[in-house]
């Protein structure tokens, strides 16, 4: 008796499962209602690469002509975002093109950097190259050789060998100088005032001041808050953005991160759909 209540419980979770999993797939089904538009979806986005133009949307323009910059992020995955945006901006103002660079994980104990995330998987590529040219780092060789001779400076520090190792090898480099520019400013200031790191690059001015090179192409290493986010939040909440926050605010809006679990929704999607035609033709 007590074995025959046993598989009675074992059956009732199964068909738990069954219902738990039927209505969820439900709940995919409404949002994709062409069945035809998933698989065509997935069709696109199941190709798996390192570095590659199949796999992200960059510029197909030929940037021999251009002056380049490629940003070494710093930090966890938002402070790379932000310092994403940052140096479009800064290469913007500087007449550069800029390259997506390497992304990595979490700054801590278990990812020091010693791995590293593809530019599309943190932001949207697609999006982004419909309103800027990027570079896609498979090109980086190509127009800029393998040595960059010169690196621009934020001012922040944060050392970390591996990745740099990284950063290089992502990109073709062999190496780069150590030819660093740091950001002068008053000399008014104190020494301290004077060592800060940049916080005022909304002002294009000034960063040409500071960082306009004839150097093909130039590293900016740890873009971060050079344009302070609580300026930017102010003029998001304001009714009228100001002129000079114009083109940061548009970076940030053209800087979405991919959307997450479409390529799940739509596998769902077609499952459901295939069982439900199953049953209609029985």
């Given at each position: 008796?007590?074995?025959?209540?046993?598989?009675?419980?074992?059956?009732?979770?199964?068909?738990?499962?069954?219902?738990?999993?039927v209505f969820y797939q439900a709940i995919i089904l409404a949002k994709f209602s062409d069945v035809?538009?998933?698989?065509?979806?997935?069709?696109?986005?199941?190709?798996?690469?390192?570095?590659?133009?199949?796999?992200?949307?960059?510029?197909?323009?030929?940037?021999?002509?251009?002056?380049?910059?490629?940003?070494?992020?710093?930090?966890?995955?938002?402070?790379?975002?932000?310092?994403?945006?940052?140096?479009?901006?800064?290469?913007?103002?500087?007449?550069?093109?800029?390259?997506?660079?390497?992304?990595?994980?979490?700054?801590?104990?278990?990812?020091?950097?010693?791995?590293?995330?593809?530019?599309?998987?943190?932001?949207?590529?697609?999006?982004?190259?419909?309103?800027?040219?990027?570079?896609?780092?498979?090109?980086?060789?190509?127009?800029c050789g393998p040595r960059i001779r010169l690196n621009l400076s934020t001012g922040i520090v944060?050392?970390?060998?591996?990745?740099?190792?990284?950063?290089?090898?992502?990109?073709?480099?062999?190496?780069?100088?150590?030819?660093?520019?740091?950001?002068?400013?008053?000399?008014?200031?104190?020494?301290?005032?004077?060592?800060?790191?940049?916080?005022?690059?909304?002002?294009?001015?000034?960063?040409?001041?500071?960082?306009?090179?004839?150097?093909?192409?130039?590293?900016?290493?740890?873009?971060?808050?050079?344009?302070?986010?609580?300026?930017?939040?102010?003029?998001?909440?304001?009714?009228?953005?100001?002129?000079?926050?114009?083109?940061?605010?548009?970076?940030?809006?053209?800087?979405?991160?991919?959307?997450?679990?479409?390529?799940?929704?739509?596998?769902?999607k077609i499952n459901f759909s295939n069982t439900i035609n199953t049953i209609n033709m029985q």
């Open positions: 008796m007590k074995r025959i209540n046993f598989k009675n419980k074992i059956i009732y979770i199964f068909a738990l499962l069954i219902i738990v999993t035809k538009q998933a698989r065509k979806y997935i069709e696109e986005n199941s190709k798996t690469c390192d570095i590659c133009a199949d796999c992200a949307t960059f510029s197909q323009k030929n940037f021999t002509q251009e002056k380049i910059l490629i940003p070494l992020l710093v930090w966890g995955p938002n402070n790379q975002i932000q310092g994403f945006r940052e140096s479009l901006y800064i290469a913007n103002a500087l007449g550069r093109k800029l390259v997506a660079p390497p992304f990595f994980p979490n700054w801590n104990h278990l990812a020091n950097g010693s791995s590293l995330i593809h530019p599309w998987n943190r932001i949207d590529t697609q999006l982004l190259s419909k309103h800027y040219d990027i570079v896609s780092p498979q090109k980086v060789v190509e127009i944060s050392y970390n060998p591996n990745r740099y190792s990284i950063f290089k090898k992502y990109l073709g480099l062999d190496s780069w100088s150590n030819a660093f520019v740091f950001p002068i400013s008053d000399k008014t200031l104190s020494p301290e005032e004077e060592n800060r790191p940049l916080s005022n690059a909304i002002d294009k001015t000034y960063l040409n001041s500071i960082y306009k090179s004839d150097e093909k192409c130039v590293i900016l290493e740890y873009p971060w808050n050079s344009i302070p986010a609580y300026d930017i939040f102010v003029q998001l909440k304001s009714q009228k953005i100001s002129e000079e926050y114009k083109e940061i605010v548009d970076i940030i809006k053209n800087t979405k991160r991919p959307a997450k679990g479409s390529k799940l929704k739509a596998k769902l």
